[in-house]
């Protein structure tokens, strides 16, 4: 059974960081796609950040030069590092996963999804 978990999540000041993770099992995820989104309330979930099986990553306008994503492929594990964050980055934080490894921004390219991590920003 494939499962992904998302942890870090919390409450932070407008400036400050934070690192979500992502644990993986059931399957190996070397070759995936791995995604960041994001649901704000009263808003749709939308995407952050994605990368893929060579390392290369994709980030939305909103979040570049302040959000970085990194995988371990050995841990199966997969990371979100925050930085700077605004008011407007507080949102559920989902980690995604395409096992076919050609995901890029559209939530339908997912097959698989964590349960979310909240994240609050107070300004």
């Known amino acids: 059974q494939v499962q992904l978990v998302e942890s870090g999540g919390g409450k932070v000041q407008a400036g400050g960081s934070l690192r979500l993770s992502c644990a993986a099992s059931g399957r190996t995820f070397n070759s995936a796609a791995m995604g960041w989104f994001r649901q704000a309330p009263g808003k749709e979930r939308e995407f952050v950040s994605r990368i893929r099986w060579d390392n290369s990553a994709e980030y939305d306008d909103s979040v570049k030069g302040r959000f970085t994503i990194s995988r371990d492929k050995v841990k199966n594990m997969v990371y979100l590092e925050m930085n700077s964050l605004k008011p407007e980055d507080t949102a559920v934080y989902y980690c995604?996963?395409?096992?076919?490894?050609?995901?890029?921004?559209?939530?339908?390219?997912?097959?698989?999804w964590g349960q979310g991590t909240q994240v609050t920003v107070s300004s």
């Open positions: 995604a996963a395409d096992p076919y490894g050609l995901a890029t921004r559209g939530l339908d390219e997912y097959d698989y």
